[in-house]
């Protein structure tokens, strides 16, 4: 169960492929230069980010496709209405 939490730093604000403190240039060398960004789960709008926990996964991917994935989610937290602090479940369909 994840808790969708709205974050004390706005999105605008946030460095470019930001990635959980845990994970520097020692796991993925320097990637400031090529569009990599750093996709983790749980997600990072949710209290059980990788920052604060050490029960996560994170990959580089695309930066392209870690916004995109990023507006989606943004998306599914609008059409079902979900508040800061409210509860929800991920399904992983094949």
């Keep these: 169960m994840n808790h969708f939490t709205v974050s004390s730093t706005p999105t605008s604000s946030r460095p470019t492929g930001a990635r959980p403190s845990r994970h520097g240039n020692d796991v ?3 990637y400031s230069g090529p569009d990599l960004q750093c996709d983790e789960y749980p997600f990072a709008s949710t ?3 990788g920052a604060d926990n050490f029960r996560y996964s994170a990959r580089l991917i695309d930066g392209p496709d870690n ?6 989610l943004n ?4 059409a079902n209405r979900i ?3 409210d509860a929800f479940y991920v399904t992983v369909v094949p």
């Excluded at 916004?67 to 989606?72: I, N, S, V």
């Design 75 to 78: 998306s599914m937290y609008t």
């Design 67 to 72: 916004k995109g994935g990023g507006r989606r």
């Design 47 to 49: 209290k059980e980010r």
């Design 83 to 85: 508040l800061d602090g």
């Design 28 to 30: 993925w060398g320097d």
